[in-house]
């Protein structure tokens, strides 16, 4: 995960980009945070269904002025939460919107295939 351009590790278990507004935690990783939540504030993407597996999440609503990627999870999004207290993040294959995820909620199980994810207030 290194090898994608900017990426910075932070610690044993995670890779930062963009100053730390998107953090991948390795699974199993001592860092690891309780499965099923995303950080107060953060919109998360899981490799795994129910909320397992490798975890990236992001606390910026763009980086750049686009959806953030989610490439460096490096296998298609299996589950997704928006931690938000408001607002709603928006789960993309390209430009075609898959998921409307309101503010504090989830989707545990998503086999379509994911590229981005962003949120609105």
């Known amino acids: 995960m290194l090898a994608m351009p ?3 590790q932070i610690d044993d278990d995670s890779i930062a980009w963009d100053g730390g507004a998107v953090v991948l935690t390795l699974e199993g990783g001592s860092n690891q945070q309780s499965i099923g939540t995303c950080s107060t ?7 795994g269904a129910s ?3 490798n975890k990236l999440s992001f606390t ?3 980086i750049g002025g686009t959806a953030s990627s989610l490439a ?3 296998t298609n999004a299996h589950s997704l939460a928006n931690a938000r207290t408001s607002g709603t993040v928006q789960a993309k294959n390209g430009a075609t919107v898959v998921w409307n995820i309101g503010a504090n909620s ?4 998503n086999a379509a295939t994911l590229t981005s994810m962003v949120c609105f207030s």
Not at 41 to 47: K, T
Not at 106 to 109: L, T
């Open 6 to 8: 900017g990426g910075v």
């Open 41 to 47: 504030g953060s919109y998360c993407a899981w490799s």
């Open 51 to 53: 909320y397992t597996g």
């Open 60 to 62: 910026a609503c763009s």
């Open 72 to 74: 460096p999870l490096g």
């Open 106 to 109: 989830g989707v545990p199980s």
